[in-house]
């Protein structure tokens, strides 16, 4: 079971102590007083937006859906190891990079690009440039699928000034994250498009599990499904923002979640999520999240069995 906690974002220990001491001392003087301020009022002396402070963290084991609106942007930290999979739209990189350090991190251990599309990869050559990173892995696609972009050149790019080499992702390949572990899924089988080669993963820590997607379709769904694969998981990363095309009947039976967290942008222009993944999702029971009415949306657990859920706003 999870528990749900609803935060406007946590200020460091420090600050809230000297805070806490300037305003009893100014407020109430040599006097005990019988109330302290509230994180609003923390937040407003801070001069901080409450929408904008971060989703903070101090567990072993969490991930983040980065609220980077009509995109996509993941971080996994386990035990020490992070996992960064996409990095949102080209204008998204510095806001990744700023999220990535306010929790701490200054090494993406495995970076993963889901497919060459904008809202995917946009920020991904920021975050190469300004962070260090481990290993980079992509889809392989077929010649006539290869995007001939700028942001994908960009991307290959800045790859390349780190003399970084790009992993295919190849279904079955495993990443130990500490307690935890890492598990490509696919893409498995050929597709006409370039949601469809979106690097599907499983993640497991203990009783505790998730599922990404990318913006992969029914199409790669079905072929996920029909290789066997474990897709059981507490919580899905819906596909595509929640697109009608994804998240079909078939593939929740088989995931089975909870809950379901999808990456959307406020009154984006596609109608994401669509009303008919909402209502599939209502229908067998899952809670669904969303970063266009919840921020940043974040899942941890200390223990391998309980999660707890943080949203930003």
Same mark, same amino acid.
């Given at each position: 079971?999870?528990?749900?906690?609803?935060?406007? $974002? +946590? *200020?460091?220990?420090?600050?809230?102590?000297?805070?806490?001491?300037?305003?009893?001392?100014?407020?109430?003087?040599?006097?005990?007083?019988?109330?302290?301020?509230?994180?609003?009022? +923390?937040?407003?002396?801070?001069?901080?937006?409450? %929408? %904008?402070?971060?989703?903070? @963290?101090?567990?072993?084991?969490?991930? &983040?859906?980065?609220?980077?609106?009509?995109?996509?942007?993941?971080?996994?930290?386990?035990?020490?190891?992070?996992?960064?999979?996409?990095?949102?739209?080209?204008?998204?990189?510095?806001?990744?990079?700023?999220?990535?350090?306010?929790?701490?991190?200054?090494?993406?251990? @495995?970076?993963?690009?889901? #497919?060459? #599309?904008?809202? &995917?990869?946009?920020?991904?050559?920021? !975050?190469?440039?300004?962070?260090?990173?481990?290993?980079?892995?992509?889809?392989?696609?077929?010649?006539?699928?290869?995007?001939?972009?700028?942001?994908?050149?960009?991307?290959?790019?800045?790859?390349?000034?780190? /003399?970084?080499?790009?992993?295919?992702?190849?279904?079955?390949?495993?990443?130990?994250?500490?307690?935890?572990?890492?598990?490509?899924?696919?893409?498995?089988?050929?597709?006409?498009?370039?949601?469809?080669?979106?690097?599907?993963?499983?993640?497991?820590?203990? %009783?505790?599990?998730?599922?990404?997607?990318?913006?992969? %379709?029914?199409?790669?769904?079905?072929?996920?499904?029909?290789?066997?694969?474990?897709?059981?998981?507490?919580?899905?990363?819906?596909? #595509? &923002?929640?697109?009608?095309?994804?998240?079909?009947? =078939?593939?929740?039976? =088989?995931?089975?979640? /909870?809950?379901?967290?999808?990456? !959307?942008?406020?009154?984006?222009?596609? $109608?994401?999520?669509?009303?008919?993944?909402?209502?599939?999702?209502?229908?067998?029971?899952?809670?669904?999240?969303?970063?266009? &009415?919840?921020?940043? *949306?974040?899942?941890?657990?200390?223990?391998?069995?309980?999660?707890?859920?943080?949203?930003?706003?």
């Amino acid at each position: 079971m999870a528990k749900r906690r609803k935060t406007k $974002g +946590l *200020i460091s220990g420090i600050v809230v102590a000297v805070l806490l001491v300037l305003s009893l001392g100014i407020t109430y003087g040599d006097k005990l007083p019988f109330a302290v301020p509230t994180w609003s009022e +923390l937040s407003a002396m801070l001069g901080l937006d409450e %929408e %904008e402070t971060p989703v903070l @963290t101090s567990s072993d084991f969490a991930v &983040h859906v980065i609220d980077v609106g009509q995109a996509d942007a993941i971080l996994i930290q386990s035990f020490g190891k992070n996992v960064l999979i996409d990095a949102g739209d080209n204008d998204m990189g510095d806001g990744v990079v700023s999220y990535l350090k306010q929790q701490g991190v200054t090494k993406i251990d @495995t970076l993963i690009a889901t #497919h060459p #599309h904008a809202d &995917h990869i946009g920020g991904m050559d920021v !975050v190469v440039r300004k962070l260090e990173v481990g290993e980079v892995i992509m889809p392989k696609l077929p010649d006539a699928l290869v995007p001939t972009t700028k942001t994908y050149e960009d991307l290959l790019d800045a790859i390349s000034e780190k /003399n970084l080499k790009i992993k295919p992702a190849k279904a079955g390949d495993t990443r130990q994250l500490g307690e935890a572990a890492l598990t490509i899924l696919g893409p498995v089988g050929k597709f006409d498009g370039l949601n469809n080669y979106s690097v599907v993963s499983r993640l497991d820590y203990g %009783e505790v599990s998730f599922v990404f997607t990318g913006d992969a %379709e029914k199409e790669a769904e079905n072929a996920i499904l029909a290789s066997g694969a474990n897709l059981r998981a507490n919580v899905l990363k819906a596909g #595509h &923002h929640g697109s009608s095309t994804s998240s079909s009947q =078939a593939f929740l039976e =088989a995931v089975k979640p /909870n809950y379901a967290a999808i990456s !959307v942008g406020a009154g984006n222009k596609y $109608g994401h999520p669509h009303k008919e993944t909402i209502n599939r999702f209502s229908k067998l029971g899952i809670q669904v999240f969303r970063t266009d &009415h919840d921020g940043s *949306i974040v899942f941890e657990s200390k223990d391998g069995r309980e999660l707890e859920v943080k949203t930003q706003k």
